[in-house]
């Protein structure tokens, strides 16, 4: 009898611990955000009880009647862990408190730690239990889901290969700077436009978008899913929310820059579709600036599709806690992954140790604050010197490609104004037609620009090409922000 007692209550447990369930981001190995509400969420049967156990809180709910379920913890005080989170009858073992980073884009964001520069000497030294990665499996889906798999790993000998390498200079960065576990969500995938990472919603608010969207959408692509609309946002970050976030890590838009003009409407749309999903109105928000690709192009004149994506990637900083890294001085003109991602990763984390973390830390190269005329000479004004404008000694060659069967790894560096200081400027007159500066010095905090060929000067570019050479920086070691401006 006894025996038969035990047997029913064994069988009643299994079917409670049955009813309940998680999104696979809550796992073995997870890290939670060190915040004040820290959500965790699943489905069970409508009615159920579920109680929620982590370190010394208890939190108890019940499922509505859509089955969904939610309790808020409260980790702001939170010491590391490891601990148990236990959900009913549910163990996910071995889970840490810290800074927690969304990072998605294309393949950039996806590529990872194993091609980048720099892979067999951060392995070697593995950072270890206190910076781990969560990537999520790549889906896609016409509809929101609410499900979404992946597995949680240390950052080890082996394991590290697999972070996003980006995120992983930026993460271990983070975690030196701050001396707090750091956990990276990588949702990315290659070869994907912006739109395919946002809602119908978020699209509709730029009508050429929508109209584009709505065309690729009716295509037949039954192997390319992932490029059409809302796909990606529907299968791999719809169902990540509410998980609690430091922040995001954006690096994206190569896939645009044939529709650049798109682009800041676009980013603004999907920041502040990211925020309400993750409940996080402030939630900062960082982005890479297109790095530089293809070969020199010694025409002032020549149009490019990745400058016009960079001034609009520019443009979108207009939204509040937003920040981008510059990486005109960071690519490989035959290589469109340049293998190079400590540099963005730690430029990235730059921004965040300053603006997130309140160190004192400089984190954004020289801004074109405005531009006055004085006669044949043009003043530019910046801001972010960061103890003053320099003129960076330019290398002999230029990277084209680093990877190990590439013929031509690198080509002689030709300057397009020999005999100004600062390399990169352009100057046009009425006629629009640019020439490059013979003059372009720097004086405080401004560059007086100047060329022979232009006797009133009325626009001028500044690392304005696939590939710019320019060489202006503050004394902190970042390099100028691309723009073009007309002087009426």
Known sequence: MKRIIL??????????????SLPGIFSDHAVLAKKAVVPVFGKADPGEKVVVKFNSQKKETVAGKDGKW???????????GPFELKINDIVIKDVIVGEVWLCSGQSNMQYSLAGSIGRKEECAKPVGSRFRCFNVKRNSSKVPLEEMSGKW????????????????FFGKKLLNELNRPVGLINASWGGTDITAWISWEAISKNKAALARSKAKDRANLPKRERVKPTRLYNAMIFPLAPYALNGTLWYQGERNARNAHEYADLTRAMVALWRKNFEFAEMPFYW???????AKNPDPNAKSNW???????????DVPFTGQAILTDA?????????DKKTPGERLAAIALAN????????AGPMMTGVVRKGNKLVVSFKDVDGGLVARPLPAEYDVDSRSKAKVKKSKLVRNSPAAQVEGFAVCGKDGKYFWADEAVISGDTVIVSSKNVAEPCGIRFAWAQNPTANL????GFPAVPFQKIIK
């Open 288 to 294: 890479c600036s297109l790095a530089a690709y293809q």
């Open 70 to 80: 939610r309790v808020n913890l409260d980790l702001a005080n939170s010491p590391e």
């Open 356 to 363: 997130v973390y309140g160190k004192k830390v400089p984190f």
């Open 307 to 317: 400058a016009a994506l960079r001034e609009q990637q520019t443009l979108a900083l």
């Open 331 to 339: 690519g490989e003109a035959r290589n469109i992954h340049p293998r």
């Open 7 to 20: 047997l029913s209550a064994m069988l009643v447990a299994l079917q409670l611990s049955a009813k309940v």
């Open 153 to 168: 790993v240390y950052a080890g000998s082996v394991t590290s290969a697999s972070f996003p390498g980006v995120g992983y």
């Open 473 to 476: 920086y503050n004394k902190a």
